[in-house]
């Protein structure tokens, strides 16, 4: 077989993905088109075209009970942004503890780890309500950020990564140099285990930014709700109130944005660590 018929694309493996591509990105092409429609233009004009009606929606969501949006997107970007990147620290000792260290019963804690992986969040969201609910933190920010400070999907991707990046040799060489073990740990593992951290805090990220059923079961005070709960209330007023279907919309096209403009940010730590790959082979 030539090289050139070994790297030839595949025809239904690319229309495949082809199709998959546009299935993914046809409800954001909607979001984006429906966005820009009038009330009356949303249900009456089935269409994929435009209309001129973006900026109108957006100052209307803005005016929206004095802003209430904009305090919506703080609080989600406080409980994404740090509950990711405790997460993300929480998960990088943990990793680099079961990649590294032995000790009784590692192998039943990463059995643990992995069937927590399996449990679905929304299992633990009424015992986390009820555990909350005994120190009377519901209703505060601590509510929603308390549990996602621990991810066992981030903890197991921390550890793979910690055994495959950070050599044996290289840590016992710190501690030759005299280096302990906190020390070891940030200045030698850290670095090398960034790429997976990255990985785990846009992971984290995401998550936390879509979560619905904790923060909807946790709050009670619409002040502190995150984009999903809020942007849920006005879709249920929108039975009785047709306009608030399109403050739904534009706010959604809204909440895209800092997802999108966080995933290019943080993309060059894969382009890094997929170059450092290919020069060490």
Same mark, same amino acid.
């Given at each position: 077989? &030539?090289?050139r &018929?070994?790297?030839?694309?595949?025809?239904?493996?690319?229309?495949?993905?082809?199709?998959?591509?546009?299935?993914?990105?046809?409800?954001?092409?909607?979001?984006?088109?429906?966005?820009?429609?009038s009330?009356?233009?949303?249900?009456?004009?089935?269409?994929?075209?435009?209309?001129?009606?973006?900026?109108?929606?957006?100052?209307?969501?803005?005016?929206?009970?004095?802003g209430?949006?904009?305090?919506? *997107?703080?609080? %989600?970007a406080?409980?994404?942004?740090? +509950?990711?990147?405790?997460?993300?620290v929480?998960s990088?000792?943990?990793?680099?503890?079961?990649?590294?260290?032995?000790?009784?019963?590692k192998?039943?804690?990463?059995?643990v780890?992995?069937? +927590?992986?399996?449990?679905?969040?929304?299992?633990?969201?009424i015992?986390?309500?009820?555990?909350?609910? $005994?120190?009377?933190?519901?209703?505060t920010?601590?509510?929603?950020?308390?549990?996602?400070?621990?991810?066992?999907? =981030?903890?197991?991707?921390?550890?793979?990564?910690a055994?495959?990046? @950070?050599?044996?040799?290289? @840590?016992?060489?710190?501690?030759?140099?005299g280096? =302990?073990?906190?020390?070891?740990?940030?200045?030698?593992?850290?670095?090398?285990?960034?790429?997976?951290?990255?990985?785990?805090?846009?992971?984290?990220f995401?998550?936390?930014?879509?979560?619905? *059923?904790?923060?909807?079961?946790?709050?009670g005070?619409?002040?502190?709700f995150?984009?999903?709960? =809020?942007?849920?209330?006005l879709?249920? $007023? +929108?039975a009785? $109130?047709?306009?608030?279907?399109?403050?739904?919309? %534009?706010?959604?096209?809204? &909440?895209?944005?800092?997802?999108?403009?966080?995933?290019l940010?943080? $993309?060059?730590?894969?382009?890094?660590?997929?170059?450092? +790959?290919?020069?060490?082979?």
């Open positions: 077989m &030539s090289v &018929s070994a790297t030839r694309p595949s025809v239904p493996a690319t229309a495949i993905l082809i199709l998959g591509a546009l299935y993914c990105l046809l409800p954001v092409a909607w979001v984006v088109l429906a966005s820009t429609k009330a009356g233009e949303l249900f009456s004009t089935l269409t994929f075209l435009p209309s001129t009606h973006l900026f109108d929606n957006i100052a209307e969501l803005v005016a929206y009970r004095d209430l949006f904009w305090r919506w *997107m703080a609080n %989600t406080l409980y994404a942004g740090v +509950g990711a990147a405790l997460s993300a929480v990088a000792m943990a990793g680099y503890a079961l990649a590294k260290y032995r000790f009784a019963g192998n039943a804690v990463f059995n780890l992995l069937a +927590g992986v399996l449990v679905p969040g929304v299992v633990l969201a015992p986390q309500y009820l555990l909350l609910a $005994q120190v009377e933190l519901t209703n920010y601590w509510a929603v950020l308390l549990p996602s400070i621990i991810s066992p999907y =981030g903890i197991y991707l921390a550890r793979i990564y055994a495959a990046a @950070v050599p044996d040799e290289v @840590v016992e060489a710190a501690r030759t140099d280096a =302990g073990e906190l020390r070891t740990f940030v200045q030698v593992a850290v670095p090398m285990m960034l790429p997976g951290l990255v990985t785990v805090f846009l992971f984290q995401v998550a936390i930014w879509n979560n619905f *059923m904790l923060p909807y079961i946790m709050l005070d619409d002040k502190l995150p984009l999903t709960v =809020g942007l849920s209330g879709l249920n $007023q +929108g009785s $109130q047709p306009a608030m279907y399109t403050l739904v919309v %534009t706010g959604a096209l809204l &909440s895209v944005i800092p997802l999108i403009a966080l995933f940010l943080l $993309q060059r730590f894969w382009q890094v660590d997929l170059a450092a +790959g290919a020069v060490k082979a």
